[in-house]
């Protein structure tokens, strides 16, 4: 086989994830999605850097680039000063808070299984590969991809694909949203549920729809675009509210979701106390599926509430897991076989 191209050599992939860093830990160093197109530049503008992309979600945080200097520690250094700088961190804090730095065919690798849904929380789950997807345009259309990032992704999307189309990893609960209505089904009868979402993004998408799909009463849609609620709400034949009313509403609901890009806790534990009183203490559940965390995890303390947040989910997509895990080695083989096609060396072991 050819030599790969000096380029691939010069990829670098740093990051974390839900399985690598508590979500209490992540939410420090998460990018709101309106601040990604300014951190793609920044990274990009770093001294001896080329392309980037940046991917933050719910559950990982990953700056794939490409770099000039003479190794590949030399730009993982670079690019762990710019997480120092721009979150204001220790030097020792952000050593400790990225704990994946790869290079050249690692970094393919990973990307790789990232869009395959194989480094996911609920293995197989579909929604990152379109959070990948979008995170590449976004890069795309502000200018910090070139030659390598753009091959690089349009590889990881036609692999993605090739795994769906010929595994059965995606079979049963394959979302963090579709696990979290499993979660609400097995506390409440979702026929006679209400239910609210704040929050109108993908992930309220998918949680709505699942809601949908199995019954759920009502469904309640709240956000800071009041135009997105209205959206989202009428395509699930739900109520829409303008966000500074959801608060009054919560007494009247059985299930909250919330999943904001707030940089602060939106629900708190004195608003929870007035809604329990109001609820006479009737059960209420909350799933916090926003990183940063949308509540206030002292909120768990309150009689009558549940509250899980996006690491709790873990456990219940557990249970899914034991089938698709079996498709595990015929996913990696794909993989390697796409890895080898595109020019990336296997590394030495």
């Given at each position: 086989?050819?030599?790969?191209?000096?380029?691939?050599?010069?990829?670098?992939?740093?990051?974390?994830?839900?399985?690598?860093?508590?979500?209490?830990?992540?939410?420090?160093?998460?990018?709101?999605?309106?601040?990604?197109?300014?951190?793609?530049?920044q990274v990009r503008?770093?001294?001896?850097?080329?392309?980037?992309v940046v991917l933050s979600t719910c559950n990982r945080v990953e700056i794939y680039s490409?770099?000039?200097?003479?190794?590949?520690?030399?730009a993982h250094d670079e690019m762990v000063n710019y997480i120092v700088?721009?979150?204001?961190l220790a030097p020792e804090q952000a050593e400790a808070l990225v704990t994946y730095k790869l290079d050249a065919s690692e970094a393919a690798r990973h990307l790789f299984?990232?869009?395959?849904?194989?480094?996911?929380?609920?293995?197989?789950?579909?929604e990152i590969f379109g959070q990948v997807k979008a995170a590449y345009q976004l890069a795309l259309g502000t200018g910090t991809t070139s030659r390598t990032l753009n091959k690089l992704f349009q590889q990881a999307f036609s692999v993605g694909k090739k795994v769906r189309n010929e595994t059965s990893i995606q079979r049963g609960s394959t979302s963090v949203g579709s696990v979290a209505v499993d979660l609400a089904e097995k506390v409440h009868d979702l026929k006679q549920c209400r239910v609210m979402l704040i929050g109108a993004g993908e992930m309220s998408r998918t949680c709505a729809q699942s809601l949908l799909s199995r019954g759920a009463k009502s469904i309640i849609v709240s956000n800071r675009s009041h135009?997105?609620?209205?959206?989202?709400?009428?395509?699930?034949?739900?109520?829409?509210?303008?966000?500074?009313?959801w608060e009054a509403a919560m007494h009247e609901v059985d299930v909250i979701i919330s999943s904001t890009s707030a940089p602060h806790f939106v629900i708190k534990p004195d608003q929870i106390q007035h809604v329990m009183k109001k609820r006479r203490w009737e059960p209420l559940l909350i799933i916090d599926?926003?990183?940063?965390?949308?509540?206030?995890?002292?909120?768990?303390?309150?009689?009558?509430?549940?509250?899980?947040?996006?690491?709790?989910?873990?456990?219940?997509?557990?249970?899914?897991?034991?089938?698709?895990?079996?498709?595990?080695?015929?996913?990696?083989k794909i993989i390697e076989e796409q890895l080898e096609k595109y020019g990336f060396t296997r590394p030495e072991r």
């Open positions: 086989m050819a030599e790969p191209e000096p380029l691939k050599n010069q990829l670098v992939c740093l990051g974390l994830n839900y399985r690598t860093t508590p979500v209490e830990v992540r939410e420090r160093v998460a990018f709101p999605e309106a601040k990604v197109p300014e951190a793609v530049q503008s770093l001294p001896g850097f080329e392309e980037s490409t770099h000039t200097h003479a190794n590949a520690h030399a700088r721009r979150f204001d299984r990232v869009v395959s849904g194989l480094d996911s929380m609920v293995l197989g789950e579909t135009d997105r609620a209205v959206e989202l709400a009428a395509e699930m034949g739900g109520t829409a509210l303008k966000f500074d009313e599926i926003a990183v940063p965390r949308d509540v206030d995890p002292a909120v768990n303390e309150i009689e009558g509430v549940y509250l899980y947040d996006i690491d709790a989910l873990q456990t219940i997509a557990d249970e899914g897991r034991r089938e698709r895990i079996k498709q595990l080695a015929a996913c990696e």
